[in-house]
């Protein structure tokens, strides 16, 4: 590690005036999601930060994380943002060779420095480049999230912004570990990776993991371009022996190789393709832009994400890790019931909340639940307070290690003993706003007068608005999906989502259950193909929409 410093006459702080205030930028439970474009606009990212380093509790004289998914615009942006909390009193600044981190291994970092939060530079799963997004999401002090009251508190004060404070001041070289100086700020650039995998070490059973890897299993591992390359490289190739070339596509790029690093069957077609359509590998895994999201492929089997966290929690002592058991296991609402289903066989308390981690973290931080998950491809755990992708596929590597069995075995196993919930994700993608808040409000107008009306020949026992109660601080979120929920348990849940930057999402979640004695065979597509029909009738999507077929499903 070198020793520099840029602590010169020129490392002087300047407060820089802007003409007006940017008041678009209100973050949502993902951060602040913009174009590549707009976060080019003239203090458009100076405006976010200096609202959240006015904000966030402790900033002067604390530690800060910074660092992202190499997408485009990232290492400009360690740049500014260093100046800025130089400027700001940050007392020390810990950021990554060549700026590489994963969300996943922010959240650790945050919590090992006892930092008071990270600044942590992604879109997540959204396409990168300069057509492509960008993304700043402020944690906090846990690893996790930060709250709602102070991502509120960090818009209210971008409205009101005229100024932002910076430092004069050289460069920060971000190519090898070193401990430099940035004004009165002590910068540490570590390599980004041994934190994290020494971290897993702790959580699994490494050499057991090397006996299988070393042996004649092989596996895909698809980094998509993104952060996990580095990651998985070092975890899978060097520290587990696995065979060179068992990471894909490792190198990450601003552009992420012009693809889409969301890891599903659509996204990920090719190692999709090479999983389900060969015979050469074992197992297949992907993550996504940031690395919090992971995909679980066997040979000739897909993992849906709900069943995974069903696994893992009916599987958790196999791993060192969990070895004492869990205190409880938490889904989000759009979740299927499997880990439901799995949670009352072993006595687990199990809650559903609202989508977006931060309801897992107040749950975690409390030691209510260990596990957690959402269907839209993340699992996590007490480890940190965010999803980990990596982290689920080594969990179910070492589940295959220590039962010896294939990933199709495991599924047929868990489905014999807890029953199956065909499970399925309709995404329609880059809907017109106005068409898709149209649908939504129609369905939400109808609710009140859905329940007892028969629906794909069953009746409507329930039909609301998702609304969640924290157990733990009290706080009551409303308007979190509309649901309609069968007298056979089976589920029917529309929301939108503002995760993308080109239109509205529709997402449409299908479940029916069906008991450890019933057939378990049949393709999810084809179990569900009544409730697809009759939700579509019943929400017009196809009339609203104009569209045929959704983009994505999962």
């Given at each position: ?95 990554t060779t060549g700026g590489i981190l994963s ?132 975890i899978f190739e060097q520290l587990l022996g ?285 179990a569900l193909a009544d409730l697809i029909n ?21």
């Amino acid at each position: 590690m070198t020793t520099s410093s840029s602590d010169s006459p020129a490392a002087t702080v300047i407060t820089v005036a802007m003409a007006q205030p940017f008041t678009d930028q209100k973050p949502g439970t993902s951060g602040l999601r913009k174009s590549s474009r707009q976060f080019q606009t003239p203090h458009y990212l100076e405006s976010f930060v200096e609202a959240s380093l006015r904000v966030v509790p402790g900033v002067q004289g604390g530690t800060l994380v910074v660092g992202g998914d190499g997408r485009y615009g990232n290492l400009a942006a360690i740049q500014t943002i260093a100046r800025m909390a130089a400027a700001h009193g940050v007392a020390r600044l810990i950021t990554t060779t060549g700026g590489i981190l994963s969300t996943p291994a922010a959240s650790h970092l945050i919590r090992t420095h006892q930092a008071v939060g990270g600044i942590i530079l992604s879109a997540s799963h959204n396409p990168g480049g300069l057509e492509g997004d960008f993304g700043v999401k402020i944690n906090g002090a846990n690893g996790g999230p930060a709250p709602e009251s102070i991502t509120d508190a960090i818009y209210q004060a971008t409205l009101s912004l005229d100024s932002y404070r910076t430092l004069q001041a050289d460069p920060l070289p971000l190519d090898q570990p070193a401990r430099l100086q940035m004004g009165a700020m002590a910068v540490e650039v570590i390599d980004g990776v041994s934190d994290y995998a020494a971290l897993m070490q702790k959580l699994f059973d490494f050499d057991r993991l090397a006996a299988l890897l070393k042996g004649d299993f092989r596996v895909a591992f698809d980094a998509m371009h993104a952060v996990t390359g580095p990651y998985a490289t070092s975890i899978f190739e060097q520290l587990l022996g696995a065979p060179s070339g068992t990471v894909r596509h490792g190198l990450p790029l601003e552009d992420f190789g012009g693809g889409h690093p969301d890891p599903n069957l659509t996204y990920a077609h090719d190692l999709a393709a090479l999983m389900l359509e060969g015979e050469a590998y074992d197992f297949g895994a992907a993550c996504d832009g940031d690395g919090d999201r992971n995909m679980i492929l066997g040979r000739h089997c897909f993992v849906n994400p709900s069943d995974s966290l069903a696994v893992l929690t009916a599987n958790a002592t196999l791993a060192p890790g969990y070895a004492q058991g869990l205190a409880g296991v938490a889904r989000s609402m759009p979740t299927s019931a499997a880990a439901d289903v799995v949670a009352k066989s072993l006595g687990l308390p199990c809650f559903e909340t609202p989508t977006g981690w931060k309801f897992f973290g107040n749950l975690l931080d409390a030691g209510r639940i260990t596990l957690c998950g959402e269907e839209s491809f993340g699992t996590g755990s007490n480890h940190i307070r965010e999803k980990d992708g990596l982290w689920a596929v080594l969990f179910w590597l070492q589940i295959l290690a220590v039962r010896g069995c294939s990933v199709a075995d495991v599924m047929a196993d868990h489905w014999r003993r807890y029953g199956r919930h065909y499970y399925s994700r309709h995404d329609y993608e880059a809907i017109e706003s106005e068409a898709a808040h149209g649908l939504y409000g129609r369905v939400k107008g109808m609710l009140p007068a859905l329940v007892g009306e028969r629906f794909a020949g069953r009746a409507i026992a329930t039909a609301d608005d998702f609304a969640y109660t924290d157990p733990v601080d009290g706080s009551v979120t409303q308007g979190q999906g509309l649901r309609l929920l069968l007298d056979d348990g089976s589920r029917m849940v529309l929301r939108l989502s503002g995760t993308g930057t080109q239109g509205a999402t529709l997402r449409v979640y299908l479940e029916s259950y069906v008991p450890p004695s019933g057939a378990l065979a049949q393709d999810p597509q084809v179990a569900l193909a009544d409730l697809i029909n009759a939700i579509d009738a019943l929400a017009e999507i196809k009339l609203r929409t104009g569209m045929a077929q959704p983009t994505v499903i999962t």
